[in-house]
């Protein structure tokens, strides 16, 4: 069993729907970092949190320190946000990274 | 702020060459990181430094080493390339505290032939 799990691990939904990603870690954690890399191949920070929620633009990432478990939201989707979304747990000085979910979103 | 760079961007070597490939990062972060990622796959870390003249071993380390000479600037050597390390390679480079997030370079291409 690896000890970051993504679901789902692909994720086709129609422009305008609302998208949840969701992350499940094993580890003891200092933080989770969530990722989209662009299909030409960019690695982008979207956020970073150890509690609570955090929202930038149409994303929101909301974590659960009990459970283990963090989501990642996208509100009104667009073919833009086609990518993978990928979680990483802060375990020590190192990232244990998600397997990624392939988002399309179609027009 | 250019954050991290990576250079070369692609490469083509031939099996037993060598080569090394630059991670430099403008931000004075203590952290840095190499990681490839194979086609379909995500990314492995292959060393990490947690300051200058630092460096550790991570998931896939071997056939590979780096250098931290300088804070801004973490190398990754490959003494006599194989095939098997045919893959996209990613520097990163983060703060100190543990709540920082990692920025990534833009990657190197990279084909052992």
């Known amino acids: 069993k690896n000890e970051v799990e993504q679901s789902p691990q692909n994720l086709t939904a129609q422009e305008g729907e609302f998208i949840t990603i969701n992350c499940s870690y094993s580890v003891g954690i200092s933080a989770l970092h969530w990722l989209q890399q662009h299909p030409g191949g960019g690695i982008v920070s979207l956020f970073m949190?150890?509690?609570?929620?955090k929202k930038h633009g149409r994303l929101i990432a909301t974590i659960n320190i009990q459970e283990k478990h963090s989501s990642l939201h996208i509100t009104a989707s667009h073919p833009r946000d086609s990518a993978v979304y990928i979680c990483a747990a802060y375990s020590n000085y190192q990232l244990i990274w998600g397997a990624g979910t392939k988002l399309i979103i179609k027009p | 702020n250019a954050g991290v760079t990576q250079t070369p961007k692609f490469r083509v070597l031939k099996t037993g060459q060598s080569m090394t490939l630059l991670c430099a990062q403008d931000?004075?972060?203590?952290?840095m990181y190499w990681y490839r990622q194979d086609p379909g796959m995500g990314l492995r870390l292959i060393h990490y430094s947690v300051g200058e003249g630092t460096t550790a071993k991570g998931e896939v380390p071997d056939g590979y080493n780096v250098s931290r000479l300088k804070k801004q600037n973490f190398l990754l050597g490959l003494e006599s390339a194989a095939p098997s390390q045919t893959s996209v390679y990613f520097c990163a480079s983060r703060g100190g505290s543990s709540y920082n997030e990692q920025f990534f370079g833009p990657g190197t291409r990279l084909t052992v032939l």
């Open positions: 949190l150890s509690s609570g929620k």
């Open positions: 931000m004075n972060h203590e952290y």
